[in-house]
């Protein structure tokens, strides 16, 4: 590579890291984008459920995001993923790319399941649960999903205990006690339905009578000798069906306590146990949620329950506080979405891990979870702590937009100031080294550069193959929408190589980002640090009104 080059790419880095540092120390977002839906069901349910929590002893971060395609070898269906993880630990000894092929286990599916393990490697982990996946049978009793559902549980524990309890760290609302509370008015609902009592509804862990104390109505239909339960959903029985989904909430958010309380006293065998009520609660959660009278979706977007909830916020700007920057951002509204449907969305990312193992093992879809597997892991070295120090920020911001005289570059240094470390505090994101990796090896794509972290020759083969599919379709799954840098890095890279990737929608959140090594146009960084620097000035600009205003 052109050694100028090279010397250019790490310049821009530099500022690019500092820039949108500063920009999430400020509080610096726009509106998230709406899912577009463009990445294929599928595939978002497989990175659902290979997302589990980081181990505690390992040097490299595990979040993940996944490309691939599912095809037909015209026998049978196969997946082709690549797996791309993102490394936060400066410590990591991983100096180079480093390319793995993931292969089925030769364990059995009880083997598996029977072993709920935690502390297994990312690649063991894929590989257990696609033998699982493949040798999932259901049974009458539903004994192996509660079995697969535990054993996935087990493994992203910290993760779902987050979303469990975010309505109440993140908005300072406790939804399920609301749902408890609610005091419906006459007329909630203009008709009545009735509904076949679902299998799920047996599983509740609450004595009958409490239904019929808060309002349940049943009837008996069919022949004597075959009659079936249906369960009554109208304005007289609005209040029962509102205090079910809180109590089983209430339910949900004790177990998940009690889990916690197990581990941190590190008595395993404990932990295991309430996980697996855990997972059985989720399950059954989910299972209402779902359910095709779609019940919880009418109660929060067609009553007045929403409006128990007040205004939910969004995470402050600048503040320090959050429970979890991850989770809490992808709980930001989204454009023209009221009260209701934000609540339904926080509830379906609680269960989001048994959606996607409930969608994988259901029968439609057998053909794909038993199909030809062809996966690779590929794991990233940490991108180092170097950044553009405040003297280069102070120079290029002032070479980008004058100045009318010392006292205002003086004001705009003190402001700037605070918000920019001595270290970089980030990483390169996993789903941006995977959208550099397919316009690396795209053919609308002219520029294969790797700055400072060449492809092994090895590896260039197996990745050429295994990234043919997200050539053409360009789909990238996570477990959450991306950051709003991300978001922007997929945009210019359209634009100035020609080479479109699809993402799951975007939180609006500017995270601390370090562009990825491989596979980028200079014009691409530049293009995008023109965005950030055009951010920053805006807040700049806003200081300085609210300055002149005060």
Known sequence: MDPHSQADFAIVEKRIRAVTTMLQNIGRHSLPSVDPKHVPSLLR???????????????????????????HDGVNMKLQAL????????????????????????????????????????????????????????????????????????????????????????????????????????????????????????????????FTRKGLRTRKQGPTDKQVMQLEFSSKTVQFWAWLLGRLIMLLESDATEAQRMKEKENMLGFKDAVARVSDQCLVLFRYIYWKADIVKTLLTKTTLA????????????????????????????????????VLRHLKAIVAWHTAVGTLCSPENSQFTRGKLTLGLLDVPHCGSEIATLD????????????????????VKSFMKPYLPQAFPGTIHAEATLMSLVSYFSASNRCHAAHDIPLPDEHVMALRNLLEPATINGAIALNKKCCLCCWNFRFQLSMVNGVRCKLPGSNGVIYPWSPPRVGVDLKVLLALEDNFWTELHTRVLEMSYSARNF
């Open 83 to 210: 797996i791309v993880t993102q490394n936060l630990y400066p410590s990591s000894p991983l100096s180079e790319l480093k390319l793995e092929e993931v292969t089925q286990s030769h364990k059995s599916f009880q083997e598996i399941v029977n072993n709920r393990n935690g502390d297994v490697s990312l690649k063991e982990h894929v590989s257990d649960v696609w033998t699982a996946l493949a040798s999932f049978e259901d049974d009458q009793d539903s004994a192996n999903l509660f079995a697969l559902c535990r054993l996935i549980v087990g493994r992203c524990f910290h993760n779902l205990f987050t979303r469990i309890f975010l309505d109440q760290k993140t908005w300072d609302v406790h939804v399920a006690q609301k749902l408890c509370d609610w005091t419906p008015e006459a007329n909630e609902l203009s008709d009545t339905h009735w509904f076949d009592a679902p299998t799920w509804f047996g599983l509740i862990s609450i004595p009958p009578d409490s």
């Open 307 to 342: 409006s128990t909830f007040g205004k939910l916020p969004r995470n402050l700007e600048g503040s320090q506080n959050v429970y979890d920057w991850n989770e809490s951002d992808d709980l930001s509204p989204q454009p023209s979405e009221s009260v209701g449907q934000r």
């Open 392 to 411: 280069d920020i102070y120079e290029e911001y002032f070479k980008r937009y004058e100045s009318d005289s010392e006292a205002h570059k003086a004001v």
């Open 45 to 71: 349910h497989f990175a659902n459920i290979i997302t589990r929590d980081d181990i505690s002893s390992s040097k490299e971060k595990k979040a993940i995001s996944v490309t691939g395609a599912i095809c």
